[in-house]
């Protein structure tokens, strides 16, 4: 059964930075859109950053725009969240997601899509 493993969280001072990777298993990130989302407790998941494998092209939410960067290393078949200058609001449970498509100008959460079991990040101030 494909899977996908989240790895590099942590605990780190606001100010901060942490690399998150994202890899599957039992397929591959060939053209498709990888999409980092996370989830503080008490909140819905919102996603953070998006990658289409394929094109290269990105996509940032707001609130991380400028501190974080999504990038794929084809060669590992690896998608990384590069996460600086980390907030006490950044704190949340990271999962990545991916979808098998030929764009990606929307979050893969379709039934489709497939999930890691997340990575902790936990920032205090």
């Known amino acids: 059964q494909a899977v996908l493993e989240e790895s590099g969280g942590g605990s780190v001072h606001a100010g901060g930075s942490l690399r998150l990777s994202c890899s599957p298993s039992?397929?591959?990130?060939?053209?498709?859109?990888v999409g980092w989302f996370r989830q503080a407790p008490g909140k819905e998941r919102e996603g953070v950053a998006r990658i289409w494998t394929l094109g290269g092209h990105t996509y940032y939410a707001d609130s991380v725009k400028g501190r974080f960067i999504i990038s794929q290393d084809r060669t590992k078949d690896a998608v990384y969240l590069q996460m600086n200058g980390l907030k006490p609001e950044d704190t949340g449970l990271y999962y990545c997601?991916?979808?098998?498509?030929?764009?990606?100008?929307?979050?893969?959460?379709?039934?489709?899509?497939?999930w890691g079991q997340g990575t902790q990040v936990t920032v205090s101030s």
């Open positions: 039992y397929v591959t990130f060939v053209n498709t859109c």
């Open positions: 997601a991916a979808e098998s498509r030929t764009r990606c100008v929307a979050w893969p959460t379709s039934v489709d899509a497939l």
